[in-house]
């Protein structure tokens, strides 16, 4: 009974890591408007990220630049397979801007993680 009771605490735990795992971060579809934008505003938990991904295109290359009225860690990437492909990463950081020029058509995100603890406006603004 013993083990059965440590297995089932085990068990318990491993759900609340995985859960909090999801949960930590929010993802947005990135949607284009008429006028080639997208702007989003979040709030950042402490410990969470927000994460903005789309489809990018070599022909339409993104000028992008974000806004934060705290400091958040920042990163642009995408996936190739389990690997994670990193386009930029910044610590600590309120503002930055750039552009973003990929080589092939992927799946790129933008993503900020906020290691403070006080919860964190972000206003993003990306054309291309």
């Known amino acids: 009974m013993k083990y ?5 605490a085990l068990l318990c ?9 999801t949960a930590s971060a929010s993802a947005v579809d990135i949607r284009w408007s008429s006028a080639d934008t997208f702007e989003h505003t979040a709030t950042v938990a402490p410990g969470r990220s927000t994460e903005l991904c789309g489809n990018i295109e070599p ?30 990463r910044s610590y600590l950081t309120r503002e ?23 919860a964190v406006t972000l206003k993003v603004n990306l054309k291309r």
Not at 76 to 83: D, F, L, P, V
Not at 96 to 118: A, H, I, R, Y
Request: charged share 20%.
């Open 13 to 21: 735990a491993a759900a609340f890591t995985l859960s909090a795992a």
């Open 4 to 8: 059965h009771m440590k297995f089932l």
């Open 96 to 118: 930055q801007s750039g552009k973003l020029s990929p080589t092939f058509n992927f799946d790129w995100c933008w993503m900020w993680t906020n290691e403070t603890v006080d």
């Open 59 to 88: 022909r339409l290359p993104v000028d992008w630049k974000f806004v934060g009225d705290g400091p958040l860690t920042f990163d642009i990437h995408r996936h190739s397979g389990s690997e994670v492909i990193y386009a930029t």
